[in-house]
Protein backbone atom coordinates (compact mmCIF):
# COMPACT_ATOMS: atom_id res chain seq x y z
CA UNK A 1 0.00 0.00 0.00
CA UNK A 2 0.96 3.63 -0.58
CA UNK A 3 1.81 5.48 2.67
CA UNK A 4 2.04 9.70 3.19
CA UNK A 5 1.74 11.95 4.90
CA UNK A 6 -0.57 15.29 4.75
CA UNK A 7 -0.62 18.55 5.91
CA UNK A 8 -3.22 20.01 8.14
CA UNK A 9 -4.13 22.30 10.75
CA UNK A 10 -2.91 20.05 14.15
CA UNK A 11 -0.01 18.92 12.14
CA UNK A 12 1.26 15.62 9.95
CA UNK A 13 -1.45 13.37 9.41
CA UNK A 14 -0.39 10.10 8.18
CA UNK A 15 -2.13 7.65 5.54
CA UNK A 16 -2.47 4.35 3.96
CA UNK A 17 -3.58 4.50 0.26
CA UNK A 18 -4.75 2.38 -2.48
CA UNK A 19 -6.46 2.01 -5.82
CA UNK A 20 -6.78 5.40 -8.84
CA UNK A 21 -10.37 6.91 -8.87
CA UNK A 22 -13.01 7.94 -6.69
CA UNK A 23 -11.47 9.25 -3.46
CA UNK A 24 -13.41 6.99 -0.34
CA UNK A 25 -11.95 8.31 3.38
CA UNK A 26 -11.38 5.70 5.93
CA UNK A 27 -11.93 7.13 9.60
CA UNK A 28 -11.15 4.87 12.53
CA UNK A 29 -12.35 4.86 15.95
CA UNK A 30 -10.89 5.59 19.11
CA UNK A 31 -7.57 3.38 20.38
CA UNK A 32 -6.85 2.24 16.89
CA UNK A 33 -5.61 3.90 14.18
CA UNK A 34 -5.55 3.20 10.15
CA UNK A 35 -4.55 -0.17 10.45
CA UNK A 36 -7.72 -1.57 11.45
CA UNK A 37 -8.25 -0.81 7.69
CA UNK A 38 -5.08 -2.63 6.72
CA UNK A 39 -7.25 -5.20 4.88
CA UNK A 40 -10.29 -3.40 3.72
CA UNK A 41 -8.05 -0.93 1.83
CA UNK A 42 -6.81 -2.88 -0.97
CA UNK A 43 -9.89 -4.23 -1.45
CA UNK A 44 -11.65 -1.24 -2.07
CA UNK A 45 -8.57 -0.06 -4.21
CA UNK A 46 -10.01 -2.14 -7.01
CA UNK A 47 -13.04 0.41 -7.40
CA UNK A 48 -11.70 3.98 -5.73
CA UNK A 49 -8.71 5.33 -4.29
CA UNK A 50 -9.40 4.09 -0.80
CA UNK A 51 -7.44 6.68 1.96
CA UNK A 52 -7.16 5.16 5.66
CA UNK A 53 -5.79 8.07 7.94
CA UNK A 54 -4.31 8.22 11.34
CA UNK A 55 -6.10 10.99 13.27
CA UNK A 56 -4.15 13.06 15.37
CA UNK A 57 -3.10 11.33 18.51
CA UNK A 58 -3.06 7.93 16.91
CA UNK A 59 -0.61 5.76 15.08
CA UNK A 60 1.59 7.81 13.10
CA UNK A 61 0.23 11.00 13.06
CA UNK A 62 1.01 14.01 15.14
CA UNK A 63 -0.71 14.37 18.86
CA UNK A 64 -4.37 15.10 19.44
CA UNK A 65 -3.89 18.41 21.26
CA UNK A 66 -5.89 18.16 24.87
CA UNK A 67 -9.59 19.94 24.54
CA UNK A 68 -9.83 19.46 20.53
CA UNK A 69 -13.55 19.18 19.55
CA UNK A 70 -14.46 16.53 16.92
CA UNK A 71 -15.64 19.81 15.03
CA UNK A 72 -11.91 20.57 15.13
CA UNK A 73 -10.85 17.10 13.96
CA UNK A 74 -13.27 16.56 11.18
CA UNK A 75 -11.88 20.21 10.36
CA UNK A 76 -8.47 17.74 9.59
CA UNK A 77 -10.19 15.92 7.71
CA UNK A 78 -11.35 18.45 5.52
CA UNK A 79 -7.77 19.55 5.22
CA UNK A 80 -6.82 15.65 4.21
CA UNK A 81 -9.41 15.72 1.34
CA UNK A 82 -7.76 18.82 -0.24
CA UNK A 83 -4.08 18.02 0.52
CA UNK A 84 -5.24 14.91 -1.74
CA UNK A 85 -6.35 16.77 -4.11
CA UNK A 86 -9.90 15.89 -4.75
CA UNK A 87 -13.28 17.68 -5.61
CA UNK A 88 -15.01 15.32 -3.56
CA UNK A 89 -14.96 12.54 -1.35
CA UNK A 90 -16.87 9.69 -0.08
CA UNK A 91 -16.81 9.19 4.01
CA UNK A 92 -16.98 5.97 5.95
CA UNK A 93 -16.43 6.71 9.70
CA UNK A 94 -16.43 3.91 12.69
CA UNK A 95 -17.57 4.37 15.84
CA UNK A 96 -15.88 7.67 17.24
CA UNK A 97 -15.06 8.34 13.45
CA UNK A 98 -18.79 8.15 12.89
CA UNK A 99 -18.90 11.54 15.05
CA UNK A 100 -16.30 13.11 13.23
CA UNK A 101 -17.98 12.05 10.05
CA UNK A 102 -21.10 13.40 10.86
CA UNK A 103 -19.33 16.82 11.31
CA UNK A 104 -17.72 16.64 8.16
CA UNK A 105 -20.77 16.09 6.72
CA UNK A 106 -22.43 19.17 8.37
CA UNK A 107 -19.66 21.33 8.44
CA UNK A 108 -18.17 20.59 4.63
CA UNK A 109 -21.24 19.55 2.37
CA UNK A 110 -19.85 20.81 -0.29
CA UNK A 111 -16.44 18.26 0.29
CA UNK A 112 -18.97 15.27 1.06
CA UNK A 113 -20.88 12.98 -1.69
CA UNK A 114 -21.65 10.32 0.28
CA UNK A 115 -21.27 9.32 4.27
CA UNK A 116 -21.89 5.96 6.00
CA UNK A 117 -21.76 5.80 9.84
CA UNK A 118 -20.99 2.83 11.01
CA UNK A 119 -20.68 1.16 14.81
CA UNK A 120 -22.01 -1.50 17.16
CA UNK A 121 -25.72 -0.11 18.30
CA UNK A 122 -23.89 1.66 21.47
CA UNK A 123 -22.36 3.71 19.43
CA UNK A 124 -24.79 4.97 17.19
CA UNK A 125 -27.70 5.97 19.39
CA UNK A 126 -29.04 9.64 18.97
CA UNK A 127 -29.36 11.00 22.55
CA UNK A 128 -26.74 12.26 23.98
CA UNK A 129 -27.03 11.40 27.51
CA UNK A 130 -28.18 7.89 26.18
CA UNK A 131 -25.41 7.22 24.37
CA UNK A 132 -22.56 8.38 27.03
CA UNK A 133 -24.42 5.96 29.83
CA UNK A 134 -24.18 3.31 26.98
CA UNK A 135 -20.35 4.02 26.14
CA UNK A 136 -18.98 4.71 29.80
CA UNK A 137 -17.52 1.30 30.02
CA UNK A 138 -14.84 2.29 27.31
CA UNK A 139 -14.42 5.88 29.28
CA UNK A 140 -14.35 5.16 32.45
CA UNK A 141 -10.92 4.02 32.51
CA UNK A 142 -9.49 7.23 31.22
CA UNK A 143 -11.82 9.42 33.81
CA UNK A 144 -10.06 7.32 36.35
CA UNK A 145 -6.74 8.55 35.47
CA UNK A 146 -7.99 11.55 35.16
CA UNK A 147 -9.22 11.62 38.57
CA UNK A 148 -5.73 11.12 39.79
CA UNK A 149 -4.85 14.67 41.31
CA UNK A 150 -1.12 14.45 42.24
CA UNK A 151 0.45 14.68 38.43
CA UNK A 152 3.13 11.96 39.33
CA UNK A 153 0.43 9.54 40.39
CA UNK A 154 -1.81 10.61 37.45
CA UNK A 155 1.35 9.91 35.02
CA UNK A 156 2.09 6.42 36.53
CA UNK A 157 -2.12 5.27 36.33
CA UNK A 158 -1.82 7.02 32.38
CA UNK A 159 1.29 4.05 31.91
CA UNK A 160 -0.44 1.72 33.67
CA UNK A 161 -3.79 2.01 31.77
CA UNK A 162 -1.30 1.55 28.76
CA UNK A 163 0.28 -1.13 29.78
CA UNK A 164 -2.97 -3.31 31.04
CA UNK A 165 -4.35 -3.04 27.55
CA UNK A 166 -1.54 -4.12 25.38
CA UNK A 167 -1.05 -7.13 28.03
CA UNK A 168 -4.78 -7.90 27.64
CA UNK A 169 -4.33 -8.58 23.74
CA UNK A 170 -1.15 -11.14 24.54
CA UNK A 171 -3.51 -12.78 26.66
CA UNK A 172 -6.73 -13.07 25.21
CA UNK A 173 -6.70 -17.17 24.11
CA UNK A 174 -4.72 -18.47 21.48
CA UNK A 175 -2.48 -14.88 21.07
CA UNK A 176 0.97 -17.29 22.86
CA UNK A 177 0.00 -20.55 20.61
CA UNK A 178 -0.94 -18.38 17.06
CA UNK A 179 -4.37 -19.39 16.79
CA UNK A 180 -5.59 -15.86 17.96
CA UNK A 181 -8.09 -15.30 15.88
CA UNK A 182 -6.95 -12.47 13.35
CA UNK A 183 -3.43 -13.63 13.87
CA UNK A 184 -0.19 -12.39 14.80
CA UNK A 185 -0.53 -9.08 12.27
CA UNK A 186 -4.01 -8.56 13.75
CA UNK A 187 -2.14 -8.42 17.59
CA UNK A 188 0.76 -6.88 16.94
CA UNK A 189 -1.39 -3.80 15.69
CA UNK A 190 -3.69 -3.56 18.67
CA UNK A 191 -0.46 -3.48 20.50
CA UNK A 192 0.94 -0.80 18.33
CA UNK A 193 -2.45 1.12 18.36
CA UNK A 194 -2.54 1.33 21.96
CA UNK A 195 1.02 2.66 22.77
CA UNK A 196 0.67 5.14 20.26
CA UNK A 197 -2.42 6.12 20.96
CA UNK A 198 -1.90 6.60 24.90
CA UNK A 199 -3.04 10.32 24.83
CA UNK A 200 -5.12 10.43 22.04
CA UNK A 201 -7.92 7.74 23.64
CA UNK A 202 -8.37 9.85 26.50
CA UNK A 203 -8.63 12.99 24.41
CA UNK A 204 -10.76 11.33 21.43
CA UNK A 205 -13.56 9.84 24.05
CA UNK A 206 -13.66 13.10 26.13
CA UNK A 207 -14.55 15.15 22.59
CA UNK A 208 -17.12 12.17 21.78
CA UNK A 209 -18.80 12.96 25.28
CA UNK A 210 -19.05 16.34 24.49
CA UNK A 211 -20.34 15.74 20.55
CA UNK A 212 -24.51 15.89 20.32
CA UNK A 213 -24.96 13.64 17.83
CA UNK A 214 -28.27 13.78 17.87
CA UNK A 215 -28.14 17.26 16.26
CA UNK A 216 -25.64 16.47 13.97
CA UNK A 217 -27.55 13.51 12.47
CA UNK A 218 -30.80 16.19 11.87
CA UNK A 219 -28.26 18.66 10.03
CA UNK A 220 -26.67 16.13 7.52
CA UNK A 221 -27.07 17.67 3.81
CA UNK A 222 -26.19 14.37 1.93
CA UNK A 223 -27.12 11.04 0.90
CA UNK A 224 -26.79 8.26 3.98
CA UNK A 225 -26.13 5.17 5.05
CA UNK A 226 -26.49 4.07 8.93
CA UNK A 227 -24.46 0.49 8.83
CA UNK A 228 -25.56 -1.18 12.11
CA UNK A 229 -23.21 -3.79 13.95
CA UNK A 230 -25.74 -6.04 15.51
CA UNK A 231 -24.41 -8.57 18.27
CA UNK A 232 -26.92 -10.80 20.17
CA UNK A 233 -25.40 -8.97 23.43
CA UNK A 234 -26.22 -5.47 22.56
CA UNK A 235 -29.66 -6.61 21.09
CA UNK A 236 -30.31 -7.47 24.40
CA UNK A 237 -29.16 -5.18 26.86
CA UNK A 238 -29.40 -1.95 24.73
CA UNK A 239 -31.92 -2.77 21.15
CA UNK A 240 -31.30 -1.80 17.21
CA UNK A 241 -31.37 1.53 16.59
CA UNK A 242 -30.45 2.17 13.32
CA UNK A 243 -34.49 2.25 12.56
CA UNK A 244 -34.93 5.20 14.21
CA UNK A 245 -32.06 6.88 13.16
CA UNK A 246 -33.86 7.38 9.29
CA UNK A 247 -36.03 9.37 11.08
CA UNK A 248 -33.60 11.69 11.84
CA UNK A 249 -31.19 11.83 9.15
CA UNK A 250 -32.74 13.67 6.19
CA UNK A 251 -32.01 11.54 2.91
CA UNK A 252 -30.72 8.25 5.21
CA UNK A 253 -30.88 4.01 4.20
CA UNK A 254 -30.07 1.08 6.63
CA UNK A 255 -27.68 -1.60 6.75
CA UNK A 256 -26.70 -4.32 8.90
CA UNK A 257 -23.68 -6.28 9.69
CA UNK A 258 -24.36 -9.09 12.42
CA UNK A 259 -21.45 -9.86 14.51
CA UNK A 260 -20.55 -12.24 17.52
CA UNK A 261 -20.69 -10.41 20.84
CA UNK A 262 -17.33 -8.05 21.20
CA UNK A 263 -16.43 -4.69 22.30
CA UNK A 264 -15.64 -2.27 20.10
CA UNK A 265 -15.85 -4.46 16.92
CA UNK A 266 -13.60 -3.58 13.98
CA UNK A 267 -14.94 -5.34 10.76
CA UNK A 268 -11.25 -6.75 11.25
CA UNK A 269 -11.84 -10.41 9.14
CA UNK A 270 -14.93 -9.15 7.14
CA UNK A 271 -13.15 -6.76 4.81
CA UNK A 272 -15.14 -9.10 1.63
CA UNK A 273 -18.50 -7.69 3.39
CA UNK A 274 -17.54 -4.25 4.68
CA UNK A 275 -16.21 -3.63 0.84
CA UNK A 276 -19.06 -5.11 -0.93
CA UNK A 277 -21.61 -2.60 0.96
CA UNK A 278 -19.51 0.11 0.50
CA UNK A 279 -18.92 -0.20 -2.86
CA UNK A 280 -22.57 -0.30 -3.35
CA UNK A 281 -23.65 2.51 -1.52
CA UNK A 282 -20.56 4.70 -2.99
CA UNK A 283 -21.92 3.23 -6.54
CA UNK A 284 -18.47 2.44 -7.11
CA UNK A 285 -17.32 1.10 -10.23
CA UNK A 286 -14.21 -1.37 -10.77
Known amino acids: MERGYLATRLGQVHYYAAGEGELVLLIHQSGRSARMFDEVVPVLGASCRAVAIDLPGFGNSDPLPEGTSIDEIADVCADAIRELGAAKAHVYGHHSGNKVATSLAVRYPELIDRLVLAGQSHSIIADQKERNEAIHKFVKPYEDVAAARDPKLMRAEKWALTYRTMMNVWLQPGAMSGSFKGGDALAKALVLDTLQGSEGSARLYSANLNYDLGAGYAAIPVKTLVLEIVTPE?????????????????????AEIAHEDGDGVTLEGRADDLAAILVDFFALRA
Open 234 to 254: EDRLIGRQGSSLLKIIPDSSL
